[in-house]
């Protein structure tokens, strides 16, 4: 198989990482999400296997499992001797599970807990991570999260700061901020619901580094109408059904794999520099990136219709 992973530089960050990240969401073991159990020892042996894989990106976050996700993480890592060379792990700081506290010390606090648990002395990226869950103005007080974030790049102890969420909206006031490195947007920007595509163009205008979460929107995309009937961790709408049986009809007609399909219209576009796809297990790995170098046919890109249906309403053009 033809190598399918590129390597490009995260917007202004100087991070060069790869067109796949692996998504690190399911390694703490998340059920409600996931339908599914999933255990350190599986965890570990999925992330060694990412190590050597070729794939130089993985992210996680304080709010998965609690830090489980992270932990398990970091005991691969030690395991290993340590991470390979040029090879990213991404974090993002989350409120308090049981206070719901989301201050800029409960984001300190975040920072530090996850490079214990880790086992690294610095994250070279770190987002805010679904900023839905505060009021804007309070989030960009001075005692707040975003002053924060700010304070721990320029402290080194983080190397440069995103934003990363679902709601478009609440992600273009953040992201017009300026003071932000890279967007990270899920859910939005695939071939189900581009409701993103407005503040990619405007993050990558900017000169920030775009990354694209969850092109398979929760597994829909992968598993076909047959296997998968919930979309962005909620009951597909009927809209989104009917989109997708005409996304499988096409697919059939150019005898291609609608997953293949999926992923790729995220590796192709040029603005966004990577693509994160949950690793559930070593195959998984080798799944993905033989999706990746699937050739899909030309004629099949320009057949693709435009969805009808998007999870957050458009945002004005221009900015």
């Not at 992973?5 to 991070?15: I, V």
């Not at 990412?50 to 794939?55: A, T, V």
């Not at 300026?178 to 595509?197: E, I, K, M, P, W």
Request: glycine share 10%; aromatic share 6%; proline share 6%.
């Amino acid at each position: 198989m033809t190598n399918p992973l590129t390597t490009a530089q995260l917007g202004r960050t100087g991070l060069e990482v790869t067109s796949i990240c692996a998504g690190g969401s399911v390694l703490g073991s998340m059920p409600s999400v996931f339908s599914y159990t999933y255990s350190e020892a599986q965890a570990i042996e999925t992330v060694l296997a990412l190590l050597g894989s070729g794939i130089n990106f993985l992210d996680t976050s304080a709010g998965y499992s609690d830090g489980e996700s992270e932990r398990r993480i970091g005991l691969a890592i030690a395991e290993a001797g340590g991470l390979p060379e040029g090879f990213i792990v991404a974090s993002k700081a989350d409120p308090d599970p049981r206070t719901g506290d989301f201050s800029g010390a409960q984001v300190r606090r975040c920072a530090e807990e996850s490079l214990a648990r880790l086992g690294l002395e610095q994250l070279p990226l770190y987002y805010l991570h679904d900023p839905e869950r505060m009021d804007f103005a309070d989030s960009m007080r001075p005692d707040g999260p975003v002053a924060a974030l700010v304070r721990l790049r320029e402290e080194g102890i983080v190397g440069a700061i995103g934003v990363a969420g679902g709601p478009v909206e609440v992600e273009d006031r953040y992201l017009r901020t300026d003071l932000f490195d890279v967007l990270l947007t899920h859910n939005r920007y695939t071939l189900l619901d581009q409701s993103a595509g407005q503040i990619i163009a405007y993050a990558h205008a900017r000169g920030m580094g775009v990354v694209n979460a969850a092109p398979f929107g929760g597994g829909i995309l992968a598993k076909g109408s047959a296997g998968a009937r919930r979309y962005a961790y909620q009951p597909a709408a009927g809209h989104l059904l009917s989109q997708l049986t005409e996304l499988e009809r096409l697919c059939r007609d150019f005898r291609t794999e609608l997953a293949a399909v999926a992923l790729q219209f995220s590796l192709r576009d040029p603005r966004i520099t990577s693509t994160v796809v949950t690793m559930s297990a070593p195959a998984r790995i080798r799944e993905t990136l033989a999706l990746a170098a699937v050739a899909v046919p030309g004629a099949l890109w320009s057949a693709l219709p435009r969805p009808a249906g998007q999870l957050d309403r458009d945002l004005p053009a221009g900015g």
